[in-house]
């Protein structure tokens, strides 16, 4: 356990629905990453935030989705309108600053039906 | 084509033996390097970092070679439990994100 927890640790839904998951950091960690890990493939980052301020999104996040961290403190991830193609496990990581280590929560894997 | 290359393995390697497999990286401006550990349908988890001069951890001992732009993993006298994907990552600027490889897998059998 490293100290990252996310909920849920599951999600299924149904295409068109909104799914919205919660990842709670370190508490002394300032930055907070969000990544999209399939099948098969390496995680890809989705975007970041640096306390509340977001400061960098990936080509990957389209308009459906969305990323808050308010407080600087937890953050969530909304999908709206999901389709078939978001199923993936949905991995949030913070650490202390631009080039400490990143601690990886449990992730939520997302299936859309 | 990706900015993070592995070969998908997988390596099957004897306990006991000694494995290695490397990853290139494309952004020859990529500032820090990691090779993370991801067990089955869990979370990565930090292996070591790779350091210029190249380090070592135990059994496990990691190079950069930032000339030809790659990135190499040994582990020797494989356990069993190293049996694992193991991910090769690079940061390609300052503000931290990771760019990870598809994963190499190893499978360490008795």
């Keep these: 356990d490293t100290g990252v927890s996310q909920d849920p640790r599951h999600k299924i ?3 068109g629905q909104n799914v919205t998951f919660r990842c709670d950091p370190i508490s002394e960690h300032n ?6 890990q399939t099948l098969g493939q390496g995680p890809e980052f989705l975007t970041y935030f640096q306390n509340e301020a977001q400061l960098e999104k990936s080509r990957l996040l389209s308009d ?11 953050s969530t991830l909304e999908i709206q309108r999901t389709e078939q193609g978001d199923s993936a496990m949905y991995l ?13 929560g449990p992730g939520t894997r ?3 039906l | 084509r990706k900015e993070v290359e592995q070969d998908p393995g997988p390596f099957n390697v004897p306990e006991g033996a000694t494995v290695a497999f490397n990853c290139t990286y494309s952004n020859s401006a990529s500032q ?10 869990k979370e990565p988890k930090l292996l070591m970092s790779v350091y210029s001069s190249g380090n070592e951890d135990g ?16 582990i020797r006298d494989s356990k069993l439990s ?3 994907t193991y991910l090769c990552v690079a940061t390609p600027d300052s503000w931290g994100k990771l760019q990870f490889g598809a994963g190499t897998q190893v499978v360490v059998t008795p």
């Design chain 1, 64 to 74: 459906r989705f969305s990323a808050e961290r308010p407080k600087g403190s937890f």
């Design chain 1, 13 to 15: 839904t149904k295409r």
């Design chain 2, 32 to 41: 820090s390097f990691f090779w993370y550990r991801q067990d089955c349908r």
């Design chain 2, 82 to 84: 190293d049996s694992a």
């Design chain 2, 59 to 74: 059994r496990f001992t990691a190079q950069l070679n930032r000339a030809s732009q790659y990135i190499s993993l040994l």
């Design chain 1, 110 to 112: 997302l299936l859309v």
């Design chain 1, 31 to 36: 930055r907070l990453y969000w990544y999209r």
């Design chain 1, 92 to 104: 949030c990581a913070s650490a202390k600053g631009g080039f400490e280590t990143q601690y990886f």
